[in-house]
């Protein structure tokens, strides 16, 4: 089998005003990878890949000998994935298997968690901790079993505050988890020391999940000490290259790590593997709509892995609600099916979804 055409481009479905509002999900990327065995593989990404590179690299290549591809230069950088999960899609299909399957299946389903935030409200600031509590519970009558928030006011007693109110309108953690999540990407965002562990032993006493990235991203010195003077879980390690994954473990700086989800698998299996080898869970950072295709595979190998990240849902739409306009580049009625909160892993050979060529084409956007 040969590779004849590699092709990456924007799709992007047309929205209503009131969808636009709502923020719902619409475009991908999409990297397609065509083989003269008429296997075509695709993959989905933020953006299109350096297509220039990718046929040098690919065309009259082998589509299976895919570490040898990344050798070359393949998928350098965080956002050139597409090819290579277009290529995972075509092993798959070449095998009649989805990806979860060929590689070593631990679940079928996984529980879906929501980020929670507020259109206009990126802080929370604007928001109080009655509305996040009572848009938690529409959530739980709806079926779902665990949401994330942002801990970023001022006070963080606050957002202490929307939790123990989550636990006073929806129950315990079997019925709900929350996770908090600080996002601290760089000076200026993150939390001091004082702060982050008096907020950390308050959110114990409310029974959240986790506390997520209190300090600046790759501090690995003050996330370990945290982590070793409190009982919550301390969890970060999103949009992260791979090299960064060892100190984060050889300093035990978290006790969940958490690498983005849409990327190059090759790599994901790795760095979810090494996580694991250091007694350390691997659960990802979440994603949206057609990124959530590759890593729904990936994660239903690893067995630490139990939960999956929707970002964003604003409240109060619904994940299904918010990437409702890409269900007309699948041939099934919705891209993801999901029940009693949690979402189905798709099993149609390669990367799970049977994707409506016609409809790619038709909402293709060029330059």
């Given at each position: 089998?040969?590779?004849?055409?590699?092709?990456?481009?924007?799709?992007?479905?047309?929205?209503?005003?009131?969808?636009?509002?709502?923020?719902?999900?619409?475009?991908?990327?999409?990297?397609?990878?065509?083989?003269?065995?008429g296997?075509?593989?695709?993959?989905?990404?933020?953006r299109?890949?350096?297509?220039?590179?990718?046929?040098?690299?690919?065309?009259?290549?082998?589509?299976?000998?895919?570490?040898?591809?990344?050798?070359?230069?393949?998928?350098?950088?965080?956002?050139?994935?597409?090819a290579?999960?277009?290529?995972w899609?075509?092993v798959?299909?070449?095998?009649?298997?989805?990806?979860?399957?060929?590689?070593?299946?631990?679940?079928?389903?996984?529980?879906?968690?929501?980020?929670?935030?507020?259109?206009?409200?990126?802080?929370?600031?604007?928001?109080?901790?009655?509305?996040?509590?009572e848009?938690?519970?529409?959530?739980?009558?709806?079926?779902?079993?665990?949401?994330?928030?942002?801990?970023?006011?001022?006070?963080?007693?606050?957002d202490?505050?929307?939790?123990?109110l989550i636990?006073?309108?929806?129950?315990g953690?079997?019925?709900?988890?929350?996770?908090?999540?600080?996002?601290?990407?760089?000076?200026?965002?993150?939390?001091?020391?004082?702060?982050?562990?008096?907020?950390?032993?308050?959110?114990?006493?409310?029974?959240?999940?986790?506390?997520?990235?209190?300090f600046?991203?790759?501090?690995?010195?003050l996330?370990?000490?945290?982590?070793?003077?409190?009982?919550?879980?301390?969890?970060?390690?999103?949009?992260?290259?791979?090299?960064?994954?060892?100190?984060?473990?050889?300093?035990?700086?978290?006790?969940?790590?958490?690498?983005?989800?849409?990327?190059?698998?090759?790599?994901?299996?790795?760095?979810?593997?090494?996580?694991?080898?250091?007694?350390?869970?691997?659960?990802?950072?979440?994603?949206?709509?057609?990124?959530?295709?590759?890593?729904?595979?990936?994660?239903?190998?690893?067995?630490?892995?139990?939960?999956?990240?929707?970002?964003?849902?604003?409240?109060?739409?619904?994940p299904?609600?918010?990437?409702?306009?890409?269900?007309?580049?699948?041939?099934?009625?919705?891209?993801?099916?999901?029940?009693?909160?949690?979402?189905?892993?798709?099993?149609?050979?390669?990367?799970?979804?049977?994707?409506?060529?016609?409809?790619?084409?038709?909402?293709?956007?060029?330059?």
């Amino acid at each position: 089998m040969k590779i004849v055409d590699v092709d990456s481009f924007m799709v992007e479905v047309p929205l209503t005003d009131d969808q636009v509002g709502k923020r719902m999900y619409n475009s991908t990327g999409v990297t397609r990878v065509r083989t003269d065995a008429g296997i075509t593989g695709y993959g989905f990404s933020d953006r299109p890949i350096d297509q220039d590179r990718a046929r040098l690299i690919l065309m009259g290549a082998d589509p299976f000998t895919i570490e040898r591809h990344l050798a070359d230069g393949l998928a350098d950088g965080l956002a050139e994935y597409g090819a290579e999960n277009a290529l995972w899609d075509i092993v798959g299909k070449a095998a009649g298997l989805p990806l979860h399957k060929l590689w070593g299946a631990y679940r079928d389903r996984i529980l879906l968690y929501l980020t929670c935030v507020w259109p206009g409200a990126a802080d929370q600031t604007d928001v109080t901790p009655r509305e996040q509590a009572e848009a938690v519970l529409r959530y739980a009558e709806r079926g779902y079993r665990a949401v994330k928030i942002r801990i970023w006011r001022p006070d963080p007693m606050e957002d202490v505050e929307a939790v123990r109110l989550i636990r006073e309108s929806v129950g315990g953690r079997d019925r709900m988890e929350v996770m908090l999540d600080r996002t601290g990407a760089g000076p200026g965002e993150a939390m001091d020391y004082n702060t982050a562990l008096r907020a950390a032993r308050a959110l114990e006493q409310v029974d959240a999940t986790w506390l997520e990235e209190p300090f600046v991203r790759g501090d690995i010195e003050l996330h370990a000490r945290l982590r070793a003077e409190t009982d919550i879980p301390i969890t970060g390690g999103e949009h992260q290259p791979p090299d960064v994954y060892p100190p984060y473990l050889r300093g035990e700086s978290f006790d969940i790590v958490q690498p983005h989800c849409a990327g190059v698998l090759s790599t994901l299996r790795k760095i979810a593997g090494m996580i694991e080898q250091f007694g350390v869970e691997c659960i990802f950072h979440g994603s949206h709509g057609m990124n959530l295709v590759g890593s729904l595979q990936l994660s239903a190998t690893i067995r630490t892995c139990r939960m999956q990240e929707h970002v964003f849902t604003p409240p109060p739409l619904t994940p299904e609600e918010s990437w409702a306009p890409l269900n007309v580049l699948v041939r099934t009625d919705e891209l993801f099916e999901v029940e009693d909160g949690y979402v189905k892993i798709p099993s149609a050979p390669g990367l799970g979804i049977e994707v409506d060529e016609e409809a790619i084409d038709h909402y293709r956007v060029d330059g």
